[in-house]
């Protein structure tokens, strides 16, 4: 245990805990340390990912053309209609830009689209080179919003002002300025909005048929499959229900308070998280007739998977996972949800999570957890070892992670094309986990560590080779 201690960061020991030892003091959402190589995305990556679902908005960015290369099709959010969501357009700002300013190219941009596509609104997301230069974005926005009578909304998400988390809330300014112009018309007292679901292979579509099996009415979704309309009426709705509370939490309480709308927070990821999150919301209205409808829904729901969850169950029993995602929100429930499976956590980490977040995570997780904060590759790769994991659950930057480990992966992040929330997404992880975790393959992996010989608190091994292609 004391060599993995040693290759760890001097400024990042604070940002590592063992369950067990004491005192917890955990440092979270700090800057990244330089040298770390973190994983983390920048600013202007947290709004984009916010934002980008709202299918009938223009979303532009001024700034290089890289940044919108980077962003391109960033989440795998689907639209019932349109798709203008999936075009990523870009000012393309250059070195003669930098120099003499690039408020006219915006401008220009922003007109010439405007005409071609007929949005409902347009989101300008200024990036860090146009913080260095200065260009008056806000300027540029309210002429052209003016002149074509539709919002059009500055982003201010420069990539060097913070960390991901700051892009968040740069982007629930940007929707504030569009709740409350819309009309309220037809919005009854038995409704709500969905916050923090970004409809990812469709799973906004499977929460809202929960929600209308209970007898209830979605006016808005911040953000999966969103519309420019649904949002600007949002504040007509009775409730706010909060997924990714790191990404909507602004928002729910800026609403709050301009408009007296509660807010809760839930988790739609396995069995125990979904099926709360359904009995809180129909608590709230105090009407029999929802709390009914819902304990109807849980019962058929559950009672349907139960027998192919347990099946995957007697298979994986004494697995051991690694849990590294964006926030901390679905990190909680891939907990719960691999307990049910009968899978340990063994490592598990956030990349935007806050004290309170791993305070839970320290009580949800068994003793000799490692809880980590913004970990990088070297660190993730000797936990996963030390532990002796056989998953590594995490987005695309951990894939590669996993594979050169020689463990199996699930992808839990916002580019896969499965749906993982709900029921019906529990029943689909459990798949996912037993096809990675049980694959033959892994018997053909040199130096692949047995379970007994995890189980102990040892040094931590080195490196395992990468694992040989078979022909």
């Known amino acids: 245990m004391e060599t993995a201690r040693h290759n760890i960061l001097e ?35 947290g709004s984009r990912v916010v934002l980008y679902p709202i299918a009938d908005a223009l979303h532009l960015i001024h700034g290089p053309a890289g940044c919108a290369a980077y962003t391109w099709d960033i989440r795998g959010a689907l639209s019932s209609g349109p798709q203008l969501h999936r075009l990523s357009f870009t000012t393309d700002l250059r070195e003669r830009d930098v120099i003499f300013g690039g408020e006219k190219k915006l401008y220009h941009a922003l007109v010439e689209l405007i005409d071609q596509f007929q949005p409902k609104a347009a989101f300008v997301y200024a990036t860090c080179i146009v913080g260095v230069i200065g260009d008056d974005v806000d300027a540029v926005c309210k002429r052209v919003q003016e002149e074509k009578s539709i919002p059009v909304l500055p982003v201010h998400s420069e990539g060097f002002k913070g960390t991901k988390k700051d892009g968040y809330k740069a982007a629930c300014d940007a929707m504030g300025r569009l709740v409350g112009t819309g009309d309220t018309a037809g919005i009854g007292p038995r409704s709500l909005n969905i916050m923090g679901d970004f409809n990812i292979a469709g799973e906004t579509w499977l929460i809202k048929r929960y929600y209308e099996r209970m007898g209830l009415q979605v006016v808005a979704s911040f953000t999966g499959d969103g519309r420019i309309d649904d949002l600007r009426r949002a504040h007509g709705a009775a409730l706010n229900v909060v997924q990714c509370s790191g990404s909507m939490i602004h928002l729910a309480k ?29 608590e709230f209205f105090h009407d029999q007739d929802i709390v009914d409808r819902t304990q109807k829904l849980v019962r058929d729901e559950v009672s349907q ?4 969850l347990n099946r995957y169950r007697e298979k994986l029993m004494g697995k051991r996972a690694c849990v590294y995602t964006g926030g901390a929100f679905k990190a909680f429930s891939l907990v719960r949800s691999l307990r049910t499976l009968g899978v340990q956590t063994v490592v598990v980490g956030s990349q935007t999570g806050s004290k309170d977040d791993y305070d839970l995570l320290r009580k949800l997780c068994d003793e000799g957890t490692i809880l980590v904060d913004d970990t990088n590759p070297v660190e993730l790769s000797r936990f996963v070892q030390e532990k002796g994991a056989d998953l590594l659950i995490g987005g695309v930057k951990e894939r590669p992670i996993a594979y050169k480990l020689g463990l199996g992966f699930c992808d839990h992040n916002h580019e896969r094309k499965q749906v993982l929330a709900g029921y019906e997404g529990m029943v689909n992880f459990a798949r996912e986990v037993y096809s990675s975790v049980c694959s033959p393959v892994w018997k053909l992996v040199p130096g692949r560590r047995t379970e007994s010989e995890a ?6 091994p080195t490196l395992l080779p990468v694992a040989r292609k078979v022909s």
């Not at 590592?16 to 202007?44: D, I, T, W």
């Not at 998977?305 to 192919?308: D, L, S, T």
């Open 11 to 45: 400024g990042r020991k604070d940002q590592v805990h063992r369950k067990g030892q004491e005192p917890f003091n955990m440092a979270c959402e700090k800057h990244s340390l330089a040298g770390s190589v973190s994983q983390r995305a920048c600013v202007f990556c």
């Open 455 to 460: 189980s102990g608190e040892a040094a931590a």
């Open 305 to 308: 998977i139960m027998p192919e």
């Open 254 to 282: 800026d609403m709050k308070e301009r408009y007296g709308i509660p807010f809760i927070h839930v988790s739609y990821f396995g069995i125990e998280d979904m099926s709360r999150a359904l009995y809180e919301v129909a």
